[in-house]
């Protein structure tokens, strides 16, 4: 036997060209392969997509930031808008209150007695004032918020809006010193305007608010021993507290009549129509205070006048027969920066004779 039948493969292997000596392999389908192919794919599909709503987000958040920004700006300059408008008005307001009469304030605070201390408020027709009074001692605030009047009394002149006559209607009034004092009392309400309140206040012993019947009202008052300068409110009854009236066209008539009426009465006492003038609310700016006589017991009145001393009082004296009766109508009018006058009765009957 041969050897190439015995290597039959061998025999055939040798014919076969050169080419041939690799063996070809058939290409094979590994579906390990595909599935990482298929994450792959997945994988960055998903990661594009995130990116993709990532971006539009942002790209949402800025294209509203600047109308969130303007919103803002737009508030800011409201408020900025606002505050100069505020401004504005307290310069003018500031400006108004320059040219008219400043804030005073007055305090002699000494030993005051805090458990007697009385406080009042008063705001009307733009004043205000503020008073607080102890045993020893005062302290008042005043404030002009607004257009000041001027009144003229017996050729004496305050500055003010509510202005208290304290009038003296005592039997020793004559008929002289009755006509001029009506005549001038008449002739000062006619310069007012319905801007000015007024109150008025007559006294003799008791006191008592105009168009009051004065016996009427000397039923409600006492006095011991019948003296004529110690009226006291009788026990349980309150004196009534005086009303501003604005002087109006009708008012005024109102008040003239009442002051050629009321007849005069017994007595003399200063205390009772400040004590009436001082519960008022507001209280007076201006007091114009008028009498012929001397009382027993000035120096409380003096007193009380000096506890309200941011209360200007204006004093007449209207035919007071000497200087010591006098003095204590000085002395009222200078603690409050006010004016003095006396006429004698000589100089009274040259005017009632005009």
Partial sequence: MSDVEYYPEEGMEGEESPSSGLPERKPKFDKWMAISWGIS???????????????????????????????????????????????????????????????????????????????????????????????????????????????????MKAKGNRFAFLIDYSASMKADQLKVMKRELIKTLATFNSNVQVSLIFFSGPSFIAGTDPKKAATNWDSPGRDAHNFRPKKGWKPPVPKWLACTKSTKSRLQKHIMETPVSFGTDWRNPFNMAYTMNPRPQVIFFMTDGSTRNPHETVEKVKKNRTIQVNSIAFGIPNEQAEAPMKEMAKATKGTFKSYSKQQITKMAAK
């Fill in 41 to 155: 794919l997945a994988s960055a599909g998903l990661i594009l997509a995130l990116a993709t709503v990532i971006v539009l987000f942002v790209k949402h958040e800025e294209e509203e930031a600047p109308g969130f920004e303007l919103a803002v700006d737009m508030q800011l300059d409201e408020e900025e808008i606002e505050k100069k408008v505020q401004q504005k008005k307290l310069e003018k307001s500031s400006s108004s209150a320059s040219s008219r009469s400043p804030i005073v304030a007055m305090t002699d605070l000494s030993d005051i007695d805090v458990s007697d201390m009385n406080f009042t408020v008063g705001l009307d027709k733009g004043v205000a004032d503020v008073g607080v009074t102890g045993t020893v001692g005062n302290m008042g605030l005043g404030l002009d918020i607004g257009a000041m009047n001027m009144a003229s009394f017996f050729g």
